[in-house]
Every structure is written in structure tokens, then in C-alpha cells.
T-cell receptor, first 111, second 118 residues
Framework: ELKVEQNPLFLSMQEGKNYTIYCNYSTTSDRLYWYRQDPGKSLESLFVLLSNGAVKQEGRLMASLDTKARLSTLHITAAVHDLSATYFCAVAEFGNEKLTFGTGTRLTIIP | EPEVTQTPSHQVTQMGQEVILRCVPI?????FYWYRQILGQKVEFLVS????????KSEIFDDQFSVERPDGSNFTLKIRSTKLEDSAMYFCASSEGSRQGGGNQPQHFGDGTRLSIL
């Protein structure tokens, strides 16, 4: 059974600082996704990572994938308050459409 | 931008009653999904649907659950006899296609239906 773990679960950081969220998964996968969820809202797709070494960047967020280590990271650069949300990674196994989500990281940016 | 729409946004139902949650996926998408999220917890897969049949389902998706695509646009989740533990946010999602089919696109989620069982 595929297991997906994120850490940290909670992250409080000051504006302007950098930090990284980690996503580990237990079996081989060919697709990894990052989603953002604001309180009481839906899941917004941020990144799709498909191959080893893939790196995607959008604004202050950058995601990377190491399929050999079964690890993805979401790096936040110079955080701003608008980035406060819960971030989920989600993994799809080979030949499978089902997404297995991580536990989520609740990010709070403090002014 | 096209989006997945879900109705109702909030459903309150007595335990033991049947409930139907409705979804309109993005029109050119081929794969449809239901997920649920119990308050404060992670998102859990329920079922995927392709070519008018279930392609995969989780252990949560027992005989009390069913899905249907009654016409070319709607995708429904029915819970036949609701239990207290069915209280959750239910998300519908759709995607263009599979990795094997060359589709690398993410699943797009609706805003969810908050189901409260009393």
C-alpha cells in the first residue's frame, strides 16, 4: 500500500524567510502533484512533477522530485502572507489514476 | 477557465437517509473521481470512473456507496444509508486522461459538498 508522508505538519514562519516542505512516498510512482488548500475551500493544483530531477517554479514556490529517493520538496522563497494555506502532495502509482494524498502541511506566515 | 462544479455546497441529512451528491466535471475530461476529507484530516480517495464504469475503488467505498453518470454532463455519488462517520467534505475531481494515454494533467477539484449527518 502506498504511503505518503509530509513534514512538517505545521509550519509557522515569518515573512521574508525561506523554508522547505518535504514529501516522502513508499513505492515507485510516475506522477507527483502539489496542491494548495485554503480553509474551507477546494484543492488548487500547483505543480505536476513527472520525472526524476523535475523542477517547477511558480512565483515564490519551487517544487522538485527525486524518484530514486522517493522524495519531493516544495520550497518557499521570501514568504509572504498570501502563501498561508495547507499544502498537500499527492502521488499516483504507475498505471493508476488514484491519488494518495499526504497528511498536509499547514503553513502560517506571520508578518 | 473551465471548472468542476458541485451541488449542493452543504447537505444536512438524518442518519440512515439516502443522499446524492452531484458534480459536473470539466466537459472534455474523461476520468472522474470522488474523494472525501474528514474535518482536519487528509484527503482520501473513494472511487475513480472511466468509460462509464468504476475503474478503481477504495475500502471506504463499500456497498453503501454508488456512482453514476446519468447523462453526458453529471456525475453523482450516492450514499444509500448514511452513518455519522460519513460526515465529511466530499470532493469531485476530473482529469483529461491517463499517463499511459499521454495525459500529464492534474486532477481538477470542485469546491466540495460538506455533508453533515445528524
Amino acid at each position: 500500500e502506498l504511503k505518503v508522508e509530509q513534514n512538517p505538519l505545521f509550519l509557522s514562519m515569518q515573512e521574508g524567510k525561506n523554508y522547505t516542505i518535504y514529501c516522502n512516498y513508499s513505492t515507485t510512482s510516475d506522477r507527483l502533484y502539489w496542491y494548495r488548500q485554503d480553509p474551507g475551500k477546494s484543492l488548487e493544483s500547483l505543480f505536476v512533477l513527472l520525472s526524476n530531477g523535475a523542477v517547477k517554479q511558480e512565483g515564490r514556490l519551487m517544487a522538485s522530485l527525486d524518484t530514486k529517493a522517493r522524495l519531493s520538496t516544495l520550497h518557499i522563497t521570501a514568504a509572504v502572507h498570501d502563501l498561508s494555506a495547507t499544502y498537500f502532495c499527492a502521488v499516483a502509482e504507475f498505471g493508476n489514476e488514484k491519488l494518495t494524498f499526504g497528511t498536509g502541511t499547514r503553513l502560517t506566515i506571520i508578518p | 477557465e473551465p471548472e468542476v462544479t458541485q451541488t449542493p455546497s452543504h447537505q444536512v441529512t438524518q442518519m440512515g437517509q439516502e443522499v446524492i451528491l452531484r458534480c459536473v466535471p470539466i466537459s472534455n475530461h474523461l476520468y472522474f473521481y470522488w474523494y472525501r476529507q474528514i474535518l482536519g484530516q487528509k484527503v482520501e480517495f473513494l472511487v475513480s470512473f472511466y468509460n462509464n464504469e468504476i475503474s478503481e475503488k477504495s475500502e471506504i467505498f463499500d456497498d453503501q456507496f454508488s456512482v453514476e453518470r446519468p447523462d453526458g454532463s453529471n456525475f453523482t455519488l450516492k450514499i444509500r444509508s448514511t452513518k455519522l462517520e460519513d460526515s465529511a467534505m466530499y470532493f469531485c475531481a476530473s482529469s483529461e486522461g491517463s499517463r499511459q494515454g499521454g495525459g500529464n494533467q492534474p486532477q481538477h477539484f470542485g469546491d466540495g459538498t460538506r455533508l453533515s449527518i445528524l
